[in-house]
T-cell receptor, first 113, second 113 residues
Framework: GESVGLHLPTLSVQEGDNSIINCAYS??????FIWYKQESGKGPQFIID?????DKRQGQRVTVLLNKTVKHLSLQIAATQPGDSAVYFC????????????FGIGTKLQVIP | ETGVTQSPTHLIKTRGQQVTLRCSSQ?????VSWYQQALGQGPQFIFQ???????GRGNFPPRFSGLQFPNYSSELNVNALELDDSALYLC????????????FGPGTRLTVL
């Protein structure tokens, strides 16, 4: 079946450094990908998305890269700040007649002051 | 803040009881999805409602049911609660159309004793 997973469960980064969070997906028919940030006790917060006809998209301090050949997705956070500490999920949203978001297990980002 | 609200924030029930969770979608959003997030895991899709009808369902038993009202708010009902139903229940709303971003509420923490 389809699945979305992450390579690293925990990532520790020094404040000010860049962070890279990786994700692999298995459904080659997926056409839309999203990164969510979830802080403790809160619901997932949309960060950035990318459609399958793109390979890169930039937001404020964040960049998402999509490599469809190897079914790999990454989130880059520039100048990581303590407020970036959270669990990050990549998710797949496929058009199966309805919107179904499939999440991976998440990567915990710890920013070291 | 996404504009999606959920109630209650926390809830404690005993095994075998029934529970109703509520969600108000973001203004202009007519699609509501429900997710179950066990501790340390990614959210799992339960089902989605569009125009007051269920139009997609994940791998959850029939004792998980829902409703959507004309104002697009929604309820999740769980009958015959089991210990494994203890989780964070998330509601997400989105505008119509495949791939439209889902915006999550803060969740309801359900504990089944």
């Amino acid at each position: 079946g389809e699945s979305v997973g992450l390579h690293l469960p925990t990532l520790s980064v020094q404040e000010g450094d860049n962070s890279i969070i990786n994700c692999a997906y298995s459904n080659s028919a997926s056409d839309y990908f999203i990164w969510y940030k979830q802080e403790s006790g809160k619901g997932p917060q949309f960060i950035i998305d990318i459609r399958s006809n793109m390979d890169k998209r930039q937001g404020q301090r964040v960049t998402v890269l999509l490599n469809k050949t190897v079914k790999h997705l990454s989130l880059q956070i520039a100048a990581t700040q303590p407020g970036d500490s959270a669990v990050y999920f990549c998710a797949e949203n496929s058009d199966g007649g309805y919107q179904k978001v499939t999440f991976g297990i998440g990567t915990k980002l710890q920013v070291i002051p | 803040e996404t504009g999606v609200t959920q109630s209650p924030t926390h809830l404690i029930k005993t095994r075998g009881q029934q529970v109703t969770l509520r969600c108000s979608s973001q203004s202009g959003h007519n699609t509501v999805s429900w997710y179950q997030q066990a501790l340390g895991q990614g959210p799992q899709f339960i089902f989605q409602y569009y125009r007051e009808e269920e139009n997609g369902r994940g791998n959850f038993p029939p004792r998980f049911s829902g409703l959507q009202f004309p104002n697009y708010s929604s309820e999740l009902n769980v009958n015959a609660l089991e210990l494994d139903d203890s989780a964070l229940y998330l509601c997400a709303s989105s505008a119509p159309g495949a791939g439209d971003t889902q915006y999550f509420g803060p969740g309801t923490r359900l504990t089944v004793l």
